[in-house]
């Protein structure tokens, strides 16, 4: 299982992805004892139509809170998330939580553009380069978020 502590934005968006799998799937849920564990959370949790377990939850608010950290010590930091926010207001504004946190809302495309590449569709120059600087923010803030957990 990915880990938080590896790469935390993998790890929210493996979580998201063993979600739909197990909604998917119910009855795979024996397979391992790992996703018997998720399934078992989701159900405590009542999330097994839709929501995201609270250690994704948990884990976005991490990252979210790091984020909002590097937005007021990091100038290049801020200047990436500047350059960002245009695609991810087109993102936000498509989806029916207009309101979401950027950081909710990188995770959220990558996984749109992961489920829509399973489906074999095509993925717009726009979209693939907004894209690509938000996996550049997410792997930055995870490596940030790695360093600031090895160091502690």
């Not at 024996?30 to 929501?51: K, P, V």
């Not at 309101?99 to 717009?124: F, G, H, N, P, V």
Request: charged fraction near 25%.
């Amino acid at each position: 299982m990915k880990t938080k502590r590896d790469n935390i934005a993998e790890y929210i968006l493996y979580l998201w992805q063993m979600e739909d799998y197990l909604r998917a799937f119910p009855n795979q849920s024996e397979a391992t004892q790992e996703l018997h564990e998720l399934s078992e959370m989701m159900h405590r949790e009542g999330i097994t139509d839709n929501g995201h377990l609270q250690l994704a939850r948990n884990a976005l608010s991490e990252l979210e809170e790091l984020h909002a950290q590097l937005l007021n010590e990091d100038a290049m930091y801020r200047a990436a998330v500047i350059r960002l926010q245009p695609g991810l207001n087109i993102l936000k504004a498509k989806t029916d939580r207009p309101t979401m946190s950027d950081i909710e809302a990188c995770l959220t495309l990558l996984y749109q553009i992961t489920l829509l590449r399973l489906q074999k569709k095509e993925i717009s120059a726009e979209t693939g380069n907004v894209q690509e600087q938000a996996t550049k923010l997410l792997q930055f803030l995870s490596k940030v978020y790695y360093d600031n957990k090895t160091t502690l």
